[in-house]
């Protein structure tokens, strides 16, 4: 009989297993380790691995751009000297340097072109 309520007991829990995915709980997703509180270690046990002035908050580290703002289809772009076209997302910013060279200092992204713009300056 001890046999018979193990294997209900076991039963039940690949149920309870299988069916988790389905309430969006899915066993095989564990916590994201960077969440987890880390024990305090001595300072000189820790090498120093990024530097803390650029990295932002997604990983991507912030550059500048050099180019003339220019209006395009309604908004502002930054072209550079090589003709590459960015997509700048704060354009009130962009509109005072509009047709100005100017050091766009923000964060990339590859993919649509677009400057996540932290400065605009004039060129030096």
């Known amino acids: 009989m001890q046999f018979n309520q193990v294997k209900s007991c076991f039963l039940s829990a690949a149920l309870i297993a ?9 066993p095989d997703k564990l916590p994201d380790p960077q969440d987890q ?11 120093q691995t990024q530097s803390p002035s650029t ?14 703002i220019s209006g395009s289809q309604g908004g502002y772009v ?16 962009a509109k005072d340097f509009e047709g100005q060279n100017v050091k766009v200092t923000g964060t990339l992204d590859a993919s649509t072109k677009m400057i996540r713009v932290s400065s605009i300056s004039p060129a030096s």
Not at 18 to 26: E, I, L, S
Not at 37 to 47: D, F, N, R
Not at 55 to 68: A, I, N, P, V, Y
Not at 78 to 93: A, R
């Open 78 to 93: 930054l072209k550079d000297s090589s003709g590459v076209t960015y997509q700048l997302d704060d354009q009130k910013k």
């Open 37 to 47: 509180p880390q024990a305090h270690q001595p300072e000189a046990q820790q090498p």
């Open 18 to 26: 299988m069916t988790m995915p389905a309430f969006g709980q899915a």
């Open 55 to 68: 990295e932002t908050s997604t990983g991507s580290s912030e550059q500048s751009f050099q180019g003339k």
